[in-house]
């Protein structure tokens, strides 16, 4: 049975400056692609692993739903997803795979066929993961749900291999032009809120799918920052939380099963 985890990553400390090594400087996989030629062999896995990582940032940003989302942030996300495997010690079959699929790859740089297609993006996951031939962490655009226009996302990943599902919560934080993955359920050590959670609702469980959220209003200074996030409806007792940085949260309201709504600090309509 498949299961949706939501997994919490600390602040990422990111000032949307592209990054890693040599060839982190490059913005665009065609442009990296260019240069293949040049590459050294002791740079090679440095080499394709940029390569993926953008292409697959790249196939994201063609969604959209995606469209405004800036490429760093993308390609930033696609990095935590699927984060470099450490290869170096390979067995006889790695090496043989890695090989294989370097060739094809080069075919298609050599061709400057750049088209971001199935077997380019599969030679492409065996090259950077060729102990198991493929990254079994899987990102379907088609599932990414915009929970607030242009700054919260949730991205449903996929291990093929365990049929496990995990929740990320991409959150743009538009005032520090920076990114988070967040948690959008309060941690066990938000002492404060659970506090509150118990005295209003002792047996509440979250809902393990997809909460809705909604902003503050923006006639209230004092609210405008906040987002307020509501657990899926499962016809039994619910609450209302807000938050404005995704680390520490307020019990809005709450409803046991069949009444109506009562405010903890004020009733939202």
Do not use: C
């Amino acid at each position: 049975m498949r299961r949706i985890i939501t997994i919490f990553f600390a602040l990422l400390s990111i000032n949307f400056a592209f990054g890693q090594g040599k060839f982190g400087k490059y913005l665009n996989s065609k442009k990296l692609a260019l240069t293949y030629k040049t590459v050294k062999d002791n740079e090679k896995e440095n080499y394709y692993q940029q390569y993926y990582w953008l292409a697959k940032a790249e196939q994201l940003k063609t969604y959209p739903h995606l469209k405004d989302i800036k490429p760093v942030v993308l390609y930033e996300f696609v990095k935590k997803v699927n984060p470099q495997n450490p290869t170096k010690k390979l067995d006889a079959r790695g090496k043989e795979l890695r090989e294989t699929a370097e060739l094809s790859l080069n075919q298609y740089f050599k061709n400057k066929n750049f088209e971001n297609n199935a077997v380019l993006m599969y030679n492409l996951e065996t090259y950077v993961d060729p102990s198991q031939g493929e990254y079994f962490t899987k990102v379907d655009p088609e599932k990414i749900k915009e929970l607030v226009p242009k700054e919260l996302f949730a991205f449903n990943s996929l291990n093929r291999k365990t049929q496990e599902e995990v929740t990320y919560y991409l959150w743009i934080d538009k005032k520090k032009d920076d990114f988070n993955i967040v948690d959008i359920i309060p941690k066990e050590d938000d002492k404060k809120f659970y506090a509150s959670l118990k005295q209003y609702l002792p047996n509440y469980k979250f809902s393990k799918y997809v909460p809705s959220v909604k902003k503050g209003n923006k006639t209230d200074k004092t609210d405008v920052d906040f987002y307020y996030i509501m657990p899926f409806e499962q016809n039994t007792d619910n609450i209302e939380y807000k938050t404005t940085d995704f680390k520490t949260f307020i019990l809005s309201q709450y409803r046991k099963a069949g009444d109506e709504w009562k405010g903890v600090e004020k009733t939202r309509k």
